[in-house]
């Protein structure tokens, strides 16, 4: 059976209430009801974040059998050759932001990218895009908003880091509002076309 325009609900595989927040602006933004599926996230491991997002949706679409959505992101450090990249939420949780700065104290250079994949799987269509946004690292975590890497991260062409910016404002420059944004704006041209 063919998608039609009336079935818009996509289920956005995740257990994070922040990135659940930012995902269903855009969606409400684009015509989608973005709804979260709780702990159906597993997470495959690998050096690409397109493939973490795209294995982890076609398996979460087998389980769901629902349209899913599931989005990956990375912090990419310039000097650290790339690292945490796909690993950034296990860094995250082990040594955090302070561990980060510390990896990066007396660093010049302090050049990075925030990357991300989001995968949509709405029958038949599976599609994944990217998003990115480069800046660089601030000397201290500023802001209380967001999570993860937030705090530390400021995008090119501003003086904030996304952890002092509001949903919307981040939401206008980040990687996962670029990735997301393409892959149902895909899916809603797709879904117009049949």
């Known amino acids: 059976m063919r998608p039609t325009l009336v079935e818009k609900t996509i289920y ?3 257990d994070n209430v922040h990135k659940l927040r930012e995902v269903a ?27 973490v997002s795209r294995k982890s949706a076609l398996l979460a ?11 990956d992101a990375g912090l990419f450090i310039e000097a ?13 949780k ?17 050049r990075a990218c925030f990357k991300s994949a989001a995968t949509v799987i709405y029958g038949p269509y599976v599609i994944t895009e990217v998003g990115e946004v480069c800046g660089w690292l601030a000397e201290e975590p500023r802001g209380v908003q967001g999570f993860g890497f937030d705090p530390i991260f400021i995008p090119e062409g501003s003086t904030r880091t996304f952890g002092e910016m509001s949903v919307e404002e981040k939401n206008a420059l980040s990687h996962r509002a670029r990735s997301v944004s393409n892959a149902l704006g895909k899916l809603k041209s797709l879904m117009t076309q049949t």
Request: net charge negative.
């Open 61 to 71: 679409y087998f389980i769901a059998g629902k349209p899913i959505l599931v989005e």
């Open 80 to 92: 650290l050759n790339g690292f945490p990249g796909p690993y950034s939420s296990y860094v995250y």
């Open 94 to 110: 082990t040594i955090g932001i302070n561990g980060v700065l510390k990896l990066m104290k007396g660093v010049e250079d302090r």
């Open 25 to 51: 602006l855009i969606g409400r933004q684009m015509g989608f009801d973005i709804q979260p599926l709780h702990g159906l996230k597993v997470e495959i491991q690998s050096d690409s974040i397109e493939e």
């Open 12 to 14: 956005f595989v995740t």
